[in-house]
């Protein structure tokens, strides 16, 4: 099959580097070499404001590792899960195979229930913390401290600190499984190329007064950005595995949730490129910006999402507070009953939705593909839709949405995005290019 044009540019553009190439580890082919050193391109997103975003491209030989194991992962990270954050060191960890953030030292998997507080059982949880019970108010008492206590137990061993100027890749066919990579007050990351799957929390926390019916809430994200700045997130693939929240119980009359988001920019987060990544059927996806309240994060989460696929999420596509927030060239295929939305518009967002594809389930409504989270306005141009067995063709997504809800949004976010690439796909072509080079396993490793 002849390459096109789009995708003989994007090949180019995976073989880019700067400067020509340091010394690596033994048995990575020139190649991986190469990539492994790649920078964010110039103008690529909000990640490549000022100094831009180059990862680990100025390892030293001893900072280049392949790791294939929990304890390999840490120790190239650092040497210490405790500490690693603070090692600014330049670093490449190239990641082979399954890496399980539930693996101890000596290879065997940890259960849920050796992470567990003695004085923990999910039995003795929901007897104690029943609404019928215990009320709706937040649980508290021995049985709740025993859960948190737990949750320590397992972030000590699955969240996996991340330090400045890292650049973690996986070879071909690498995944993480079973853990969070953190980025918290660091600058410089990039994470390439890998599948994320089941970022599960052990011990969900009852949260009675969360919307009308209360929810069950966890805590680990697959990549979560916190206080960090110039981080470029590319070509993976995000996915719960064998382990989807459709598949657990329900207790207290609502879905046991053991997953949270896929890759959360929060807590003054800012200049973040996530970048022809999938995200597949996944729940909570993208949370930038965690809280309503007016603060730090004023001026802050800014953030580029460009060409990458949401196929068979159900909501925040992503979910926006306060930062500006570019969108555009992505493909959404989405549906099913459990679908909420798509584009979650949140207090003073600036979200720039711009010649995004939407491939729609006879189910879904395409009102319903924004939400108003306490936001204004949003700038949506560009859209093109496709539902059901129907013609593509284009559509204003926020004149549905206006029709179909009050209050109206309105249609000028307040700024216009200067940081990007290249040229914007024309609409009809982008589920064309997203398929065939978002997610792990695209790039020539």
């Known amino acids: 099959m002849r390459r096109t044009a789009v995708g003989t540019a994007l090949v180019a553009a995976a073989l880019a580097v700067t400067g020509a190439p340091a010394p690596a580890a033994p048995a990575l082919s020139r190649l991986a070499q190469e990539i492994g050193r790649q920078a964010l391109p110039a103008n690529d997103g909000w990640a490549a404001e000022g100094a831009g975003t180059t990862g680990g491209a100025a390892a030293a030989p001893d900072r280049v590792r392949v790791v294939r194991t ?21 670093k490449i960890v190239y990641v082979a195979g399954t890496v399980d953030g539930f693996e101890r030292p000596d290879g065997s998997l940890l259960a849920c229930a050796d992470l567990a507080d003695p004085e923990y059982s999910l039995d003795g949880y929901l007897a104690a913390y029943d609404p019928a019970v215990w009320g709706r108010i937040d649980p508290s008492g021995p049985l709740e401290a025993a859960r948190v206590r737990s949750v320590a137990n397992q972030t000590r061993q699955t969240q996996i600190n991340v330090g400045a100027n890292t650049t973690i890749i996986g070879l071909r ?11 918290d007050r660091v600058s410089n990351v990039i994470v390439r190329n890998l599948t994320l799957a089941d970022a599960r929390d052990c011990f969900p926390a009852w949260s009675p007064t969360d919307g009308d019916a209360g929810n069950w809430n966890s805590q680990y994200d697959q990549i979560s950005v916190r206080r960090s700045e110039h981080v470029w997130v590319d070509h993976n693939t995000f996915t719960d595995g064998d382990n989807p929240d459709s598949g657990q119980p329900t ?4 879905p046991y949730q053991v997953h949270d988001g896929s890759l959360d920019v929060t807590h003054t987060a800012s200049l973040v490129t996530a970048s ?3 995200f597949a059927g996944r729940d909570k996806l993208m949370l930038i910006g965690s809280s309503n309240t007016v603060g730090p994060d004023v001026g802050r989460l800014r953030v580029t999402v460009h060409h990458n696929l949401f196929d068979g999420d159900l909501q925040r596509l992503p979910r926006v507070r306060f930062g500006q927030v570019d969108v555009y060239d992505n493909h959404y295929r989405l549906g099913g009953p459990r679908f909420e939305y798509a584009l979650g518009v949140g207090v003073q967002s600036a979200l720039y939705a711009e010649n995004n594809f ?6 879904v409504d395409p009102a319903d593909l924004i939400h108003d989270w306490g936001g ?9 839709l496709r539902q059901g067995g129907g013609p593509a063709h284009p559509v204003d997504l926020l004149g549905a949405y206006n029709a179909a809800h009050d209050p109206d949004l309105g249609g000028d976010a307040g700024w216009t995005p200067t940081l990007r690439a290249g040229p914007l796909l024309p609409t009809p072509l982008v589920p064309l290019a997203v398929g065939a080079f978002a997610g792990a396993g695209r790039l020539p490793l």
């Not at 929990?70 to 330049?90: F, M, Q, W």
């Not at 207790?251 to 609502?254: A, P, T």
């Not at 204004?376 to 093109?384: K, Q, V, Y």
């Open 376 to 384: 204004t306005a949003l700038t949506e141009r560009g859209s093109w």
């Open 70 to 90: 929990r304890a390999e992962l840490v120790a190239a990270l650092g040497g210490d899960n405790a500490t690693n954050a603070a090692d600014a060191t330049p």
């Open 276 to 278: 022809w990544n999938r």
């Open 173 to 183: 066919g690498a995944r993480l499984t079973g853990l969070t990579l953190m980025i």
């Open 251 to 254: 207790h207290f009359g609502r």
């Open 358 to 363: 939407f491939t729609l389930a006879d189910d």
